[in-house]
């Protein structure tokens, strides 16, 4: 199984900075990549997929990047909708595999 | 609009069984792959099962199998879980999901999910 390992585990951020989230594959993953955000006592929501690509109806301050085995989840001038948690997500190979989650919480 | 309501879950003995229903609208049912993803309380995600379009390829997580079925009822546009022999790791909460399918393997459209606890 490829394990995709996310860090930091927790980030405390104020309103309008940038972050950013990082996540390593096992092995090269090939740019098939997803990013997911959940928010307290919801259910995830796809944000990013094949690593750079934005789903339906994201904003525009929400942006991925990365190859190989390293990839990154960056969040600019941060709203108070963004505090939520997020995953990484490998496509490529079965089982679907997910990273354990970076806590973003208002500083 | 895509909505996947899913049903069915509760409280159970360990070793007892449970079927999961998963409600779609929205969307051509019969389009997608379909699955099962889970988290355990204060965890992170876990895919659990997939399916495909028809029902006759079906997937499961090496802790679930020989154990959990998934099947799909096109006509009725919905999606199923039945969970035998059920342990107390499986308790979790089970969101029903769409799949997307060809190299990459994403969950596009989730449900609100249900809570499956197994304790005695």
């Known amino acids: 199984d490829i394990q995709m390992t996310q860090s930091p585990a927790s980030l405390s951020a104020s309103l309008g900075e940038t972050v950013t989230i990082e996540c390593l594959a096992s092995?090269?993953?090939?740019?098939?990549l997803a990013w997911y955000q959940q928010k307290p006592g919801k259910s995830p929501q796809l944000l990013i997929y094949d690593a750079s690509s934005l789903h339906t109806g994201v904003p525009s301050r929400f942006s991925g990047s990365g190859s190989g085995t390293q990839y990154s989840l960056k969040i600019n001038s941060l709203q108070p909708e963004d505090f939520a948690s997020y995953y990484c997500q490998n496509g490529l190979s079965a089982p679907r595999t997910f990273g354990s989650g970076t806590k973003l919480e208002i500083k | 609009e895509v909505q996947l309501v899913e049903s069915g879950g509760g409280l159970v003995q360990p070793g007892r069984s449970l079927k999961l229903s998963c409600a779609a609208s929205g969307f051509t049912f019969s389009d997608y792959y379909m699955a099962w993803v889970r988290q355990a309380p204060t965890k992170g995600l876990e895919w659990v099962a997939s399916?495909?379009?028809?029902?006759?390829?079906?997937y499961y997580r090496d802790s679930v199998k020989g154990r959990f079925t998934i099947s799909r009822d096109n006509a009725k546009s919905s999606l199923y879980l039945q969970m035998d022999s059920l342990r107390s790791e499986d308790t979790a909460t089970y969101y029903c999901?769409?799949?997307?399918?060809?190299?990459?393997?994403?969950?596009?459209?989730w449900g609100q999910g249900v809570m499956v606890t197994v304790s005695s």
């Open positions: 092995e090269d993953i090939y740019d098939i």
């Open positions: 399916i495909s379009y028809d029902g006759g390829s079906t």
């Open positions: 999901t769409t799949e997307t399918t060809g190299p990459s393997g994403y969950f596009d459209y």
